[in-house]
């Protein structure tokens, strides 16, 4: 599966970004779609991820202000991101599994090329 992540750019803290990641291939709806972030001299983290029947699970930084559903007869997972602080700041890659459910970055074989979120204070 390929995929593409889109919808990045500058919004003032506590403003909305939504984010999109969308994939080829008829078996887009098997996998398991995560988002995963990662700031200047940080290490990759995990932000969320949608399994294929549809659960979710949130990190905590990001729960309850961030929003993840997913359009399988359009190959397309959302992320909605509001009330956003500086501490967002990242590129956000979106990656796919074909795990049930995993916060590991590692579990994942496919990705995007990642699309950059700035929060200004």
């Known amino acids: 599966v390929q995929l593409q992540a889109s919808g990045g750019g500058l919004v003032q803290a506590g403003g909305s970004l939504r984010l999109s990641c969308a994939g080829s291939?008829?078996?887009?709806?098997?996998?398991?779609i995560g988002w995963f972030r990662q700031a200047p001299g940080k290490e990759r983290e995990f932000v969320v991820f949608?399994?294929?029947?549809?659960?979710?699970y949130y990190a905590d930084s990001v729960k309850g202000r961030f929003t993840i559903s997913r359009d399988n007869a359009k190959n397309t997972v959302h992320l909605q991101m509001n009330s956003l602080k500086p501490e967002d700041t990242a590129v956000y890659y979106c990656?796919?599994?074909?795990?049930?459910?995993?916060?590991?970055?590692?579990?994942?074989?496919?990705w995007g090329q990642g699309t950059q979120v700035t929060v200004s204070s």
């Open positions: 949608t399994s294929n029947g549809g659960s979710t």
């Open positions: 990656a796919a599994s074909g795990l049930l459910r995993s916060d590991d970055a590692s579990r994942y074989p496919y």
């Open positions: 291939g008829r078996t887009f709806g098997g996998y398991t």
